[in-house]
Nanobody, 117 residues
Framework: QAQLVESGGGLVQPGGSLRLSCAASGFTFSTFAMSWYRQAPGKERELVASIGSTGGSTNYVDPVKGRFTISRDHAKNTVYLQMNSLKPEDTAVYYC??????????WGQGTQVTVSS
């Protein structure tokens, strides 16, 4: 059974850093593109960053460019989101998503990130 488990969220002050992890199991991780999404209270879920199945291509939404970095480790079946220079508007529940056009997609359960002084 496919499973994605996020971790690494928490409370951080503005300007601080966090690294989110998403551990995958139950499917062939190396054949899935991976993405991080976030959903703030009262808002729709939005894409934050994505990485291709081989890790060779990455994309970011404008608000996080230069501050967030997505990466993946195939030996650990894990995708990461390094978040630096965090701002209060980054506060949200962060979700990872695995996508393969032949096998569909999977979502994790989410991890809360709160940026506040």
């Amino acid at each position: 059974q496919a499973q994605l488990v996020e971790s690494g969220g928490g409370l951080v002050q503005p300007g601080g850093s966090l690294r989110l992890s998403c551990a995958a199991s139950g499917f062939t991780f190396s054949t899935f593109a991976m993405s991080w999404y976030r959903q703030a209270p009262g808002k729709e879920r939005e894409l934050v960053a994505s990485i291709g199945s081989t890790g060779g291509s990455t994309n970011y939404v404008d608000p996080v460019k230069g501050r967030f970095t997505i990466s993946r480790d195939h030996a650990k079946n894990t995708v990461y989101l390094q978040m630096n220079s965090l701002k209060p508007e980054d506060t949200a529940v962060y979700y990872c998503k695995a996508v393969n056009r032949n096998y569909g997609y999977y979502w994790g359960q989410g991890t809360q990130v709160t940026v506040s002084s």
